[in-house]
């Protein structure tokens, strides 16, 4: 079946400093690739997304590029401030509302 | 800006004890689901629709029922709650199955069994 794999954490970074955090899957078919960030007390909420391999989805300063040769979809920000901290979660959706979600990773940054 | 909203948000039950959560959303959403999230799993599904007066099974149903009576919400019931169920609990909707859709969740139910 679908799996998705994230980096370990916890993460800590201090501020200003340039964030990675690794996600790879395995899917049949063409699935769309999804970041959700959570916020402590709060439910996920959509980061960013891409739709079809090499597209690159970005938000707030985060990117993420659909990389179907490596089946990867590595989240990228040059610059983190403190108000990122959270939890992280890769995920992929395919047709018929099927999702799977990676573990999570936890961010935290220090000023 | 409603979106999904999940009632309660906290909950401590005894072992043996029914309780319903109660997700609605106001984005006119086809599919609707409910995870439990344990701390290093990640989110799990349990049950999900996609539509009203539909309902299918997850990854972990057991234990746990459905119903979807009306297109904007989705009931979550736990018929005799076990201390294995003390977990959050999100519900999540997106407006069809289409890969490209996001989903948009609620804050969570903190249910403890005791």
Excluded at chain 1, 62 to 74: G, M, N, V
Excluded at chain 1, 90 to 104: M, Y
Excluded at chain 2, 24 to 46: C, F, K, S, T, V
């Amino acid at each position: 079946g679908d799996s998705v794999t994230q980096m370990e954490g916890p993460v800590t970074l201090s501020e200003e400093a340039f964030l990675t955090i690794n996600c790879t899957y395995t899917a049949t078919g063409y699935p769309s690739l999804f970041w959700y960030v959570q916020y402590p007390g709060e439910g996920l909420q959509l980061l960013l997304k891409a739709t079809k391999a090499d597209d690159k989805g970005s938000n707030k300063g985060f990117e993420a590029t659909y990389r179907k040769e490596t089946t990867s979809f590595h989240l990228e920000k040059g610059s983190v401030q403190v108000s990122d901290s959270a939890v992280y979660f890769c995920a992929l959706h395919t047709n018929a509302g099927k999702s799977t979600f990676g573990d999570g990773t936890t961010l935290t940054v220090k000023p | 800006n409603a979106g999904v909203t999940q009632t309660p948000k906290f909950r401590v039950l005894k072992t043996g004890q029914s309780m319903t959560l109660l997700c609605a959303q106001d984005m006119n959403h086809e599919y609707m689901y409910w995870y439990r999230q344990d701390p290093g799993m990640g989110l799990r599904l349990i049950h999900y629709s996609v539509g009203e007066g539909t309902t299918a099974k997850g990854e972990v149903p057991d234990g746990y029922n459905v119903s979807r009576l009306k297109k904007q919400n989705f009931l979550l019931g736990l018929e005799s709650a076990a201390p294995s169920q003390t977990s959050v609990y999100f519900c999540a909707s997106s407006s069809s199955g289409q890969s490209n859709q996001p989903q948009h969740f609620g804050d969570g139910t903190r249910l403890s069994i005791l």
